[in-house]
Every structure is written in C-alpha cells, then in structure tokens.
C-alpha cells in the first residue's frame, strides 16, 4: 500500500512538474482586464484624496481594469448594513476623477452554511435579502457587483440561483456582475471525496465552474491556498487550474486568475512556494499554450493591504512588460 501510495505522490510530482516547464509564449501577458482586490480602509473612512492620488500611480501602467472593495460583509441573513462603507460613494467617485476607465466593483461576502454558521444561499428569503443588498450596493454607484461567499460546494443549487436573479439587475444597469471561485477539481470527483473526509468544499467540479460562469461577465478562480511546498508544484499547480478554467469558460465572459500578492505560511500555502512569480509564470505557460488569442482573460491580485512593493514589481516585470 506504501509503495502505491508513492507511486501515486510521484507521478503528481511529475505531472505538476511537467506542466511548470518551457518557456512562456511572448504575448502571453495582459490583456488590460486585469483586477485587485482591496481592503475595506477605502470605504470605511481610513483612506484619503491623497491615498486615491497614491493608489493612481500604483497602477498607472498596468493592466488593471476593476477594483473589487471591500464594501461588507454581508450579515447571515443576506442584508448589507449601511454603516460598514459610509465612504463607499466618496471612492467610487474618486477613481472616477483619478482613474478613468476604472471600474469600481462592490466585493460582497460572506461565509457559507452548512460548513459554517452563515449565510445560507439555499433559502429563497435570504437570496432576495441577498439580491436587495446588491441593489444597495449598485444605489451607491459601484461599476458592479462582486460575490465572494464562501465555501460555496459544489453543485449547490441555491448560488446558481442567486446569480440568476441578480444578473438581470446588472444587466439593466450596465454594470459588471463578478465572482471569486474555488479551484477545478485537479483530479476528477475530488470534491466529492473532500467533503466525504474533511467536510469541507475545497474544489468545485469543472462542470460546476462553468455553471457558474455562464451566469456572470466575469470570474476570478482563487489560485492560491493550494498547499504546495514547492514553487515548481506551485506554479503547475495554477497552469493545471488555468488550463481547466479555460477549457469551459465562454469566451464572452472575462477570466481572471488569482495572484497571490500576500504572505502565509501554514499548512494550506506555503509563502515561499506561492509567490507571484511563480504563479504568473504557470498562468502565462497555459494560456499560451491553450488560448493564445483569447482577450477576455487576466489576473487579479490578492490583497492590496498585504501586497509588498516586490510583488508589484514582479507582477509589472513578469505580466505586464512588452517582451
């Protein structure tokens, strides 16, 4: 049984190793519909004209188009108090005046029942308290509506229907409606047997992805947590990802994959292995070799508060650098 066991690590090892090797394709690099994550200090009243006037140059040159902030969290119920983002509409307008072409997505959380005490998207009434606070949002002026609600498992019939209710709201508005998603099963059923051992929704099926997909303009797969010990099983770890993500995203909808611009290190991600770096290099390895002419892609960027000025330098360097 050991020795299967062994055999079946090495060939993983292989295989991730594989997929990290080669050379990069020249054009596989920005496509101007990158994203960054940012902490709720914009909105809350922590942040000034003068961290707007910062934040413009931070990305002047790259290719970021949305700005997910952080305007919850949601409370269990599906309502958004309006006290949490007193400052929502003061920055909004102001990347507006200092950042023209940027869009301002409102990033709405919250955790997830059954394997949490929270939010419970199977519930009709919590989905149209849901639906309401996004309107909410929307009534702010926000470019769109971001969801992170977490851990969605997969094949939960209730997130598909939320989707399905709030995308016409977007839709009249003009607006974006975006999500963060888990990982794609890298092998196939393994989020079945996840839930069967740790009862937690770590992966989401690959056909799963593409239920969600099809409902939004624009997702972002969170490519990071992976529990990788080596930069190497990293960074083919997020080829793996990209490559199934591509396989079933419709070209029409934006697909972005995320960066870890953020430093931990426990038993689920190991900062010396998930690096910037390495992750750009995997994504950038798959989309030239999958979709070298797909536009509607990018990354996004995982968190400002956290991100060091090498990150930055790395994600310029390795993304958005004409070769």
């Not at 989905?127 to 002026?141: I, K, Y």
């Not at 209730?158 to 409606?177: S, Y």
């Not at 892609?297 to 968190?303: C, D, M, N, S, W």
Request: net charge negative; glycine share 10%.
């Amino acid at each position: 049984m050991l020795s299967v066991m062994l055999v079946a690590v090495g060939a993983v090892v292989v295989a991730l190793r594989l997929e990290y090797a080669g050379t990069p394709a020249a054009d596989a690099r920005t496509r101007g519909r990158d994203a960054v994550w940012l902490g709720h200090a914009w909105v809350d009243g922590r942040k000034s004209d003068a961290d707007v006037a910062g934040l413009a140059t931070l990305l002047a040159g790259t290719g970021i188009k949305d700005l997910y902030v952080h305007t919850g969290p949601l409370e269990h119920d599906g309502t958004l108090p309006s006290g949490l983002h007193p400052r929502a509409r003061w920055f909004v307008d102001a990347v507006h005046r200092s950042l023209p072409g940027i869009r301002v997505q409102s990033w709405l959380g919250d955790i997830v029942a059954p394997e949490m005490d929270g939010l419970h998207v199977d519930d009709a009434a919590v989905r149209d308290r849901v639906t309401a606070s996004a309107t909410q949002a929307l009534d702010l002026g926000f470019d769109g509506i971001h969801f992170d609600l977490e851990p969605i498992r997969s094949g939960t019939p209730g997130f598909l229907a939320l989707l399905d209710q709030v995308r016409p709201i977007t839709a009249a508005r003009g607006v974006t409606l975006s999500v963060s998603a888990p990982q794609i099963d890298p092998l196939p059923g393994l989020h079945s047997l996840g839930i069967a051992l740790a009862d937690h929704g770590k992966w989401w099926s690959q056909a799963y992805f593409a239920e969600v997909a099809r409902r939004v303009d624009q997702v972002a797969l969170m490519s990071y947590d992976t529990a990788m010990p080596l930069r190497s099983l990293y960074g083919g770890y997020v080829a793996h990802q990209t490559e199934l993500a591509l396989e079933v995203t419709p070209a029409n909808v934006d697909l972005l994959m995320g960066v870890p611009a953020f430093w931990a290190d426990d038993p689920g991600h190991h900062g010396s292995a998930e690096t910037v770096p390495a992750a750009l290099r995997g994504i950038r390895l798959a989309l030239g070799r999958d979709a070298p002419d797909r536009r509607s892609f990018g990354v996004a960027l995982y968190v400002d508060f956290a991100a060091t000025p090498q990150d930055w330098a790395d994600y310029r360097r390795d993304w958005c650098r004409e070769p």
